[in-house]
């Protein structure tokens, strides 16, 4: 599909700048051209940069959160070898299981939908009967800063998902590529070579916009694959239900 987009965005620049017919002087749209594509890359640089960057910074907290789960269930099983603490770990052990099985109904686009398990899990890390040794005690400590570590990693990950190029700026997005492509057709000679350059300037254009786009807002497809990561966690920490 998006080799698609891409082969699409290509033709459609050549078609524009092929079918085009200098009607007037283009000294001026020459003299502005090359000052145009300079701002119009360093805007989408920034905007790109800025997309890349969120979108690796969201995969970090995904990353962050599985693996922070992960402790907080060795960390629970651990405090379980204690017989008075063996009820309260398998009571984790389901919450566990049911938020990271949660993902196999709903995707990132829907993670809030998983609040109320994790506050699940939150709730009763902090309802633990009494640590009777230094080695519970210890277990205890840490299991509460994995379990805060994990509650931050889920804020960041909220915030950094929704915080994509709103979909009210998108008119502003074509007024710019508009702005940018329109220097460029207005400056093309009726000649082969100017409008061989013209049509490779206006198509690096385009594909720039689609990059950006592609990754600034993550696709259904994106978000099904993240949320297959918390399922494979099950696997991983060997869940059982039963």
């Known amino acids: 599909m998006k080799l698609f987009r891409t082969v699409v965005a290509v033709l459609v620049a ?6 085009f017919t200098p009607v007037a002087p283009v000294a001026l749209a020459e003299t502005i051209v090359v000052p145009v594509v300079i701002i119009f890359a360093v805007v989408f640089g920034i905007l790109t940069y ?7 910074h969201l995969k ?14 060795h960390l629970g099983k651990n405090l379980g070898a204690s017989p008075h603490l063996r009820s309260w770990f398998t009571d984790l052990h389901g919450f566990v299981y049911d938020y990271l099985g949660g993902f196999e109904k709903y995707d990132m686009a829907e993670y809030d939908k998983g609040n109320a398990l994790f506050r699940r899990i939150a709730y009763h890390v902090y309802t633990v009967p009494d640590l009777r040794e230094v080695k519970e005690q ?3 400590t840490e299991l509460l800063a994995a379990t805060a570590l994990v509650s931050d990693a889920r804020q960041k990950i909220v ?5 994509g190029f709103a979909q009210s700026h998108w008119f502003e997005l074509l007024v710019l590529f508009i702005i940018f492509a ?16 013209s049509a490779n300037i206006l198509a690096a254009g385009a594909i720039f916009v689609l990059f950006f786009v592609e990754h600034d807002a993550f696709t259904s497809d994106e978000d099904r694959d ?11 920490l060997e869940l059982r239900r039963g």
């Open 14 to 19: 050549y078609l524009i700048v092929y079918i």
């Open 50 to 56: 800025v997309a890349v960057d969120r979108r690796e």
């Open 60 to 73: 970090e907290a995904v990353a962050t959160e599985l693996n922070k789960m992960r402790r907080i269930y």
């Open 138 to 140: 210890v277990l205890y």
């Open 159 to 163: 915030t950094l998902h929704k915080s």
């Open 182 to 197: 329109s220097p460029v057709v207005a400056a093309t000679a009726d000649m082969a070579l100017s409008r061989f350059v």
């Open 226 to 236: 993240l949320a297959k990561e918390y399922v494979k966690n099950i696997a991983r």
